[in-house]
């Protein structure tokens, strides 16, 4: 039994519930434009996911970073951060680099695709495990950004001059635009539509 | 469950499909155009691969070793590898795309690493950021594998100039880097040097910077700029000293002649004669030399090749060579001294045409022009040749053995002095001196007796003396009578004024005798 069997409407933003045949849609409470399903979610989220899988490729071939050490400029992308973790003997770092950049994005890019996937083809499993898969997603979103915010404060605090300086790469503007991308396109996908299919 | 068909519903989401479709759709659009851009960007940019062999990889690192085209970064360096014959390494690079444009034949690759000499010190940087790969672009064909030296080359970029040849018999300290100064400024280097194709002399490559090229022209003379140079000739002692830094690890100098115009710069590649020393490239060098022989009599200790040859204290000419030589028949030891004249030094006056410098000289020699030895400086002790007129001396000549003309010498004024020291000095060990004190005794025997007459005689003539006083005595008397006041004077005076009286009426006398000479006849008439 779902509200909109009962002829209900509830407000995204407050929740109240509301007949449908209100003319204009708009919440009685709050104001705010009522809708049975966030519109054009799907073909949003799909757009959205795109685009990030598009700046997902940039974002992991070029370099995320330039380093200049006492005249000496390195290149890191994320992947050879990673190496150079590993290298040193930095395991625990590495692991955390590796899940932070590289497996958090791509899984949630590709838990979203799985999302648009069964909602689109209407595939019949467990609809309470896609409800979790992308709770977990909307909440990790925020948590990619750690490499940005990292790279922010070397920039800003590692700037010596000639001894030591961070510059940003390329590849940071396109993953932090990934993160953002991927976080829109949580947003914009509504959950009821798991359930919508739901036979 | 799936029963939203709604009317409102539907009719909303046909809005909402129209509203939002193409702007949500923007957002992949850019997306993709972004890192299609992007990718596209890093792949365009990536070059050549090339590999060049060096002896040895010290200091190079893969993915951290830039190759760098003035400080430009073009390429990095991908992969370290050691040769099929084990003897050298191969480093393979990425170079980016432009570099597809210089990376031909000709193309230069070293390994720049600090350095430190006298010259100065280069490749600071690399201290800190490890050696990286320089690139000199070149000419010639595409290539993409490469040997690189061992060391920089000596111009690293394409520097505007020009390369000229000195020509040497003595390197010294002469390396490739040598800086050469012109008025003291640094203006080129020398590239490198080579022994002749005869192996008399050694070639040195120089590399004059843009714009002191101009100043290279065909009267320049290039000299060793080496440190302190301290002469000491026949005009006294000298020195000079060149920059510091040649004073530290030797250098070239050159300079350019008044006498040649702007435009006269020489040619890429011209030859030039490095002189030794600064006083060598000062001296003017004349084509047109006229050779003699002088044989000098006496010793010529002082006298020195290079030595100059003056006419009236201006140098003319210069001492070329002195030898000895032994007649074995007559065993006589002659000094022939080679002078070479320069006649362009002296500036014709009322030129004849077709008389030859040497028959110049031949007429000269004939109005008394004669070679002397003369010292130079006193300090020294150098003997100069100075070509003056005697005309009273005659024209000597030995048994000419050279090839060159004779020039007549005469001795000079030392020895001359010395020799008619000489000869005074034998002509008194000539004098019969045991014959002379004979004679002198015998002289002072008879001055004996000529002494004692004399001395009689002198008695004689005390006795006259004082006769000769009293006469004397008796002239003073006189002397004295005639004195003013004296009555003899008093009368000689009324004397004298009488005698004027007498002339005074003789002359009225005449003078009435001139009017009326009657009177002589009849009388004077009474008035």
């Known amino acids: ?199 | 469950m799936n029963n939203f068909t709604d009317p409102y519903d539907a009719e909303e989401v046909i809005i909402n499909r129209k509203s939002s479709l193409p702007l949500v759709w923007f957002l992949p659009l850019i997306a993709f155009i972004v890192s299609g851009w992007l990718i596209y960007k890093a792949v365009s940019e990536k070059g050549p691969v090339v590999t060049i062999s060096f002896p040895n990889a010290d200091g190079l690192e893969v993915d951290k070793t830039r190759i760098k085209y003035l400080d430009v970064e073009v390429g990095k360096v991908t992969a370290i590898n050691i040769s099929d014959d084990l003897k050298s390494i191969r480093v393979t690079a990425q170079m980016n795309s432009d570099a597809e444009t210089y990376l031909k034949q000709q193309t230069i690759f070293w390994v720049v690493r600090p350095q430190v000499g006298l010259g100065g010190v280069s490749g600071l940087g690399t201290l800190l950021s490890g050696p990286y790969i320089g690139i000199k672009p070149g000419g010639g064909h595409r290539q993409t594998r490469f040997i690189g030296l061992t060391s920089p080359p000596l111009l690293k970029s394409n520097a505007e100039g020009k390369q000229f040849i000195l020509e040497t018999n003595n390197l010294g300290s002469m390396q490739p880097g040598t800086p050469i100064n012109f008025h003291g400024i640094i203006v080129g280097e020398v590239l490198s040097h080579e022994l002749s194709a005869e192996a008399n002399a050694i070639k040195l490559k120089v590399f004059i910077n843009k714009p002191y090229e101009q100043f290279v022209r065909k009267n320049t003379r290039f000299w060793i700029d080496s440190g302190v140079d301290l002469s000491a000739g026949a005009d006294g002692f000298k020195v000079r000293t060149g920059p510091l830094i040649s004073l530290l690890s030797g250098g070239i100098a050159f300079r350019a002649s008044a006498e040649d115009a702007a435009d006269a710069v020489m040619a890429e590649n011209s030859l030039f004669p490095l002189y030794d020393t600064y006083e060598q490239s000062t001296q003017v060098f004349y084509s047109n030399t006229l050779k003699y022989v002088m044989y000098f009599n006496g010793s010529v200790r002082g006298l020195t090749e290079g030595a100059p040859v003056q006419l009236r204290g201006i140098p003319i000419g210069k001492v070329t060579g002195i030898s000895l030589e032994l007649d074995k028949k007559t065993a006589e030891i002659r000094v022939p001294v080679t002078v070479e004249l320069e006649p362009q030094r002296i500036s014709i006056v009322n030129n004849l045409p077709g008389v030859s410098d040497k028959d110049v000289v031949e007429q000269l020699i004939k109005k008394g022009l004669r070679a002397q030895l003369q010292t130079g400086s006193l300090l020294t002790g150098q003997l100069l040749v100075d070509l003056d007129f005697h005309p009273k001396s005659k024209i000597v000549l030995n048994t000419n053995t050279s090839v060159y003309p004779e020039f007549p010498t005469t001795a000079s004024s030392l020895d001359q002095f010395a020799h008619s020291a000489q000869t005074i000095l034998d002509k008194i060990a000539k004098l019969p001196l045991e014959d002379l004190s004979a004679d002198i005794s015998k002289t002072l025997q008879s001055l004996q007796s000529t002494s004692r007459t004399a001395n009689t005689m002198l008695v004689t003539a005390n006795t006259t003396l004082g006769s000769a006083d009293k006469t004397m005595n008796s002239a003073h008397q006189v002397l004295n009578s005639l004195e003013p006041g004296s009555t003899t004077h008093y009368e000689l005076d009324k004397l004298l004024q009488e005698l004027g009286q007498t002339a005074n009426s003789v002359k009225q006398l005449t003078d009435y005798l001139q009017q009326h000479p009657d009177t002589l006849i009849r009388g004077k008439k009474e008035e």
């Open chain 1, 1 to 199: 039994m779902t509200a909109l069997a009962q002829g209900l409407i509830r407000c995204h933003d407050c929740g109240y519930l509301s007949q449908q045949a209100r003319q204009p849609r708009r919440c009685p409470v709050c104001g705010s434009r009522l809708h049975i399903r966030i519109p054009n979610s799907v073909q949003h989220t799909t757009a959205l996911l795109l685009s990030s899988y598009a700046l997902y490729i940039p974002a992991n071939i070029f370099p995320i970073m330039t380093v200049t050490q006492l005249g000496v400029t390195e290149q890191h992308t994320i992947m050879g951060g990673i190496i150079a973790l590993i290298d040193k003997d930095m395991m625990p770092i590495a692991i955390l680099v590796l899940v932070a950049s590289i497996l958090v994005p791509l899984l949630k890019l590709l838990g979203i695709s799985l999302l648009l996937l069964k909602v689109r083809y209407r595939w019949q499993s467990n609809a309470r495990l896609w409800t979790t898969m992308y709770r977990i997603i909307a909440f990790v979103g925020r948590w990619s950004m750690l490499d940005i915010f990292m790279i922010s404060i070397l920039v800003a605090v590692v700037d010596l001059g000639g001894v030591s300086q961070v510059i940003a790469g390329p590849a940071s503007t396109a993953f932090a635009a990934v993160v953002v991308l991927t976080m829109f396109a949580a947003k914009s996908f509504d959950p009821r539509l798991i359930w919508d299919n739901q036979e």
